[in-house]
Structures are given as C-alpha cells and as structure tokens.
C-alpha cells in the first residue's frame, strides 16, 4: 500500500500494524464466524445476518451483502458478498460464469460509490481461498463459502491517521509466522514466474484478448511476495469490463485449484476431491444430525500424513508437462526438507491463496496480486496486497462510531442501486435489512 510505505519509508526492519475493531451492527453479543461453523450452512446464516446490509439477486441466484465482523479497514467501508444459498461454493471455480459477471458488476457499482469518499485513499477487491484447511489460521475462515471483499482504506500518510490507527514494530519482534504473512517465501517466486507463464501461454483458459485489455501482463512483477501485475484503468472500471470473471477471476481460480489438488496429493496422502464432496454433502444437508456434524469434522481436521520422499519425488515427477520445470524441481526441493513419513502439522492443509485487485485514487494505479500459502498461519488479503499486520483491540467501538460506519455503508448502497451504469440488467435488490432502512 503507498500510503503506508510511505510511513515506513524503506520497509526493511519495521512492520505496520493495523488496529481495527470488531464491527457488530445491531449491538448484541457476536461471535465471529470460524471454519467449524461453516459446516452448518443454516447456523453460519443465522449468525452473518445481524450484520447483513441487503439481499441482491444476481442472475437468478440470491447474494447476501454483509458488513463482516472482523473487517480489513479501521476508517472505511467494508462490504462481503456471500452466495446465500446452501451449494457448497467454496471459490470462484464453482461459480457459473454469467453469475460471476453480474456479480463483478454489481460490485464494480459499490466499488464507484466508495471511490467518491474523499476520504478514501486506496480499494481493494479479492478473495481468501484455503478451502481445504479446517482449524487451521490465517486465509479463508469460511472454508465452504467463497465471501468476496471490497474494502476502502484511508491515507495513513496523514498524521492524524496514522498515529490513531498505525503501529510501527521491528521485524524482529514479530513471530516468524507473522514474517512470513507479509514478507512471504521463496515459494512465491516459482509459483508467480508459474502463473506468469500459464497466463502468458494460455493454459489459464481466458480470452487473451481480454486478459490483455484488463492487465499490463508485460510489466508484471514477481518476488517472495508472489505475482503483481498492473491493471489498466480503475477498479470499478475493471470490475465492470465484459469478460471480467469469464475470461480472468474463473479461470485464475480454475488453475489455482488444481494447482492445489495437484501439489498436495503428490506430497501427502490428503484426497482433496473426497474432502470436498464429504464437505458438500454436510453443507447442504440442513437435517444431518450435530453428531454426524462433529464426525465430519474429525474428519476434514484429521492431519494429513506425508507420503514416502521416494513417492513424493514421482509424484512430482508425473506432473512432468503440466507444470514449469523450475517449479516442479521447487517442490522437489521443498519435498527433500520435509521429513520421512511424518504428519503434515505445519503445512497449509490442502494450500492456500489471497488473490486481490489493489487501487490506489491519488496515483491513479493498480495492480492484481496473487500469492500462495504454503504453511499454516496468518495472511490473505490484508497481508498479502499491503504487507501490513491487522490487530484487534479490546475495547468495543462505541455505539456512535457505528453509526457513522453504518451510514457510510448506506451511502454506498444507495448509490450503488440507484440505477447507475444499468445495474438492473444484470441484478434485482431483494431486500435492504431494516437496520439501515431506520439508520
């Protein structure tokens, strides 16, 4: 994020954090969702209402637009936008692409409505996908629900802001999960030169030609941090351009997931297709017993076992051809530190990704970041596009400040839905939640 880099200057031996509170709309006792929950679908509805801002069908399918509890931004809106039905959808893979399109519109209307805030700086769009890792920290805490983001961020390089809501601690300080959440790993390089390639090569299946017209392929940039590739124009814009999901955020998501299924099965004895459909099954299921819950559960949480290193090397051996040659003698190398046949305990259960679109409206610049997760600990969105810590107070907002945030989130959806750019053609407002109908 510039505006914080600009307050850490060179950024090598100290780290932002972030303080921003909890968010409870109504005012009642909230628990924050986690990955457990997520496998009663009827359960983790109930408990996202008390913050629910509207009901919007998006071609045909209902999407529920929410306030989270633990947002990303401490002087902003934050919106998530959750598919309010029982499938289990777990990532952009599983989304109908004419939906996904109409969402990317609707959304890229939200996006116009935060960008006329003068006192927004930067907004960013994305999701957390770990979809397979149950209990673990850090990525997707719904694992059985894809929530997409959208959030706006103030200009910490204001004085005032930054000495309210920023914390500056060295690096040293931090536990070396929380280096790895920000700074990333060399991992990051083989997979970003890996998703450049299958970009460049059309083995992301998009339209090249959309692809181009979204993003500046050509001046990407790879690091520890994962892959950053500028786009051409502003989010909202972005988020509005036919092919946009089609051709971009599906397929990416596509190529992410096997990826995924690919790398894990060939290094531990997880069956992430099996998980997944035993996942889909609960979820969708509103009568299964709490007992048959909590025995799925044992289950998706059970730590997978790694495989013999001789078998992990031909594993990765048969992967020969779909993937990078460099990439592949990674996971080689990654392979030779793990140990003999041992529980998988500190890796990321199935792997994980925060894929983001970052806008900056002062400099009038953008970029898309994708990066992986290879081991269990914090990181997604926050971390991975601004490189900068988020930490929780103790101390409630009052009553006051969520006002002004709700208010702030109805100025949005009111813009949004008043017609603008045609919305209509592609979404209907079910329902505005009475909280903000009385705000």
């Not at 509805?45 to 069908?57: D, G, M, R, S, Y």
């Not at 997707?140 to 959030?151: A, E, G, N, R």
Request: with cysteine.
């Amino acid at each position: 994020m510039a505006a914080v880099a600009e307050v850490v200057g060179e950024r090598s031996k100290q780290v932002a954090k972030i303080t921003v509170p909890f968010l409870n709309l109504l005012g009642d006792p909230m628990k924050r969702l986690m990955s457990q929950d997520s496998l009663n679908n009827d359960y983790l509805q109930e408990k996202i209402t008390p913050n629910a801002l509207c009901l919007v069908n998006v071609a045909g399918t209902d999407w529920m637009f929410y306030a989270p509890v633990g947002g990303y931004t401490p002087k902003g809106d934050h919106f998530q936008a959750m598919r309010w039905t029982r499938d289990y959808v777990p990532g952009p893979e599983k989304i109908p692409v004419d939906e996904g399109e109409a969402l990317m519109f609707v959304v890229g209307n939200l996006a116009s409505a935060m960008l006329e805030d003068p006192e927004a700086r930067v907004i960013d769009f994305g999701w957390n996908w770990s979809p397979r890792s149950f209990g673990q920290s850090g990525y997707q805490s719904i694992p059985t629900k894809v929530h997409f983001s959208l959030f706006s961020l103030p200009d910490f390089s204001q004085p005032e802001v930054r000495d309210e809501y920023i914390e500056l601690v060295n690096k040293s300080e931090l536990k070396e999960r929380e280096k790895t959440a920000v700074d990333g790993g060399e991992y990051n390089e083989y997979f970003g030169e890996m998703l450049f390639r299958a970009l460049v090569n059309g083995q992301v299946k998009g339209d090249q030609a959309v692809i181009r017209q979204l993003l500046d392929i050509d001046t990407a940039q790879v690091s520890q941090r994962g892959i950053q590739i500028p786009i051409k124009g502003p989010l909202d814009r972005i988020l509005r351009t036919k092919g946009v999901f089609t051709d971009l955020i599906h397929p990416v998501a596509e190529f992410m997931d096997q990826t995924m299924v690919d790398v894990s099965k060939a290094l531990t004895d997880l069956n992430p297709e099996q998980q997944s459909r035993k996942v889909g099954e609960t979820t969708s299921n509103p009568d299964l017993s709490e007992e048959a819950r909590e025995a799925v559960w044992a289950e998706v949480t059970r730590t997978p076992l790694l495989l013999p290193k001789k078998d992990r090397f031909k594993n990765i051996m048969n992967l020969a051809g779909k993937y990078p040659r460099e990439y592949l003698y990674y996971w080689m190398r990654f392979s030779e530190e793990l140990p003999e046949e041992e529980s998988a305990k500190d890796l990321k259960v199935g792997g994980g990704y925060m894929a983001a679109i970052h806008y900056d409206r002062f400099t009038q610049t953008g970029f898309l970041a994708i990066s992986i997760a290879v081991k269990d600990g914090p990181g997604g969105i926050v971390e991975g596009t601004e490189h900068v810590l988020l930490q929780r107070p103790r101390e409630e907002l009052s009553r006051k400040t969520v006002a002004v945030k709700a208010n702030s989130l109805k100025r949005c959806i009111d813009s949004a839905f008043d017609g603008r750019n045609g919305y209509h053609e592609f979404a209907q407002m079910r329902r505005i939640y009475p909280f903000f109908v009385n705000s």
